[in-house]
């Protein structure tokens, strides 16, 4: 029997192609859009085409998540895999965004996240397994300029998806986190900037470098064909097709040289991670439950 998965954000570029590619690989799948009309009418319809079935869901509606995961079970006649995926990213000088500017990243980023936890997990626990891949980013692991308000976000998702992971493991749920690097989409075009414009003289030429920063980082990732969505769709088809509980917590993928050293910093984490709850006695919590 096949196995059915939602995945959140499949109007973008990661959960589109991610969509076609578990569709083809004859998964059931259901892609989630706030609409799916207007701008998402075009990938709407070729998802369809594709074999993927569509539901509409806010991640910063509680009651639109809780009803899309009600619906997407019903559609699927049950569900295995959920691929947290959607995201809004946010450039800009970091003194610029205002609280509600950065919580708006953040609603969609973390709290979204949330909800759509509390709306899957009374589904999994209920049947004693599941498969919960998230999508974070290389920068969620280390901040760079102007992107600190997506930094901050990613951080506090994979601390979130950390603490499910251990909460998680005895009722045979599995997690993983899924790490690019800059990849050349439209994401990278529809990000969030700062609203408030009034401090930009304190700041002199430096107001010009986030979007120049940006520009001069989505020419550079161009340069390497490696460097595309696709990967993050066929990362997610390798991840799937692993035995259950022999993923990894964490993979990054990039070709242009975050790999090793993001891959190096997680590695020491899952050290000091084992060391410390090894210390606590809970150690036990990092081993999925697979009866």
């Known amino acids: 029997m096949s196995k059915k998965v939602l995945v959140t954000g499949a109007s973008g570029a990661f959960g589109s192609l991610t969509c076609k590619s578990l569709s083809q690989k004859g998964y059931q799948v259901i892609g989630t859009m706030r609409s799916t009309k207007d701008k998402n009418e075009s990938i709407a319809q070729e998802l369809q085409r594709a074999g993927v079935k569509l539901v509409e869901i806010d991640l910063t509606e509680e009651s639109s998540v809780n009803n899309g995961v009600a619906k997407t079970i019903e559609v699927l006649g049950g569900l295995d895999i959920v691929f947290n995926n959607a995201g809004l990213g946010a ?3 970091q003194e610029m965004f ?5 919580q708006r990243v953040f609603d969609v980023n973390v ?6 936890m509390r709306a899957v997990l009374p589904h999994f626990r209920k049947q004693g397994k599941g498969t919960i891949l998230h999508t974070s980013s290389c920068i969620g692991r280390v901040t760079t300029p102007f ?14 998806a950390e603490g499910y992971r251990a909460e998680l493991s005895g009722f045979g749920i599995e997690s993983c986190i899924i790490e690019p690097g800059g990849m050349p989409t439209a994401f990278m075009g529809g990000m969030l900037r700062p609203s408030d414009e009034t401090r930009n003289q304190g700041y002199g030429d430096m107001v010009h470098s986030p979007d ?16 595309s969505p696709q990967a993050v769709a066929d990362t997610v088809a390798a991840l799937l097709e692993m035995p259950y509980g022999e993923k990894p917590f964490r ?6 040289g975050l790999k090793e050293p993001i891959e190096n910093y997680n590695k ?11 210390a606590n006695g809970v150690d036990n919590l990092l081993n999925l439950n697979k009866n």
Do not use: W
Request: charged share 20%; hydrophobic share 40%; proline share 2%.
């Open 268 to 278: 020491a984490l899952d050290q000091v991670t084992q060391q410390i709850y090894t």
């Open 212 to 227: 120049a920063s940006l520009k001069s980082y989505i020419d550079y990732i161009k340069t390497n064909p490696k460097q």
């Open 111 to 116: 709290f979204g996240m949330q909800r759509l």
């Open 147 to 160: 992107l600190g308000v997506y930094c901050a976000s990613k951080y506090a998702l994979e601390s979130l």
């Open 91 to 93: 450039n800009g000088i």
């Open 251 to 256: 993979i990054v993928v990039d070709f242009m």
């Open 98 to 102: 205002t609280v509600k500017d950065m």
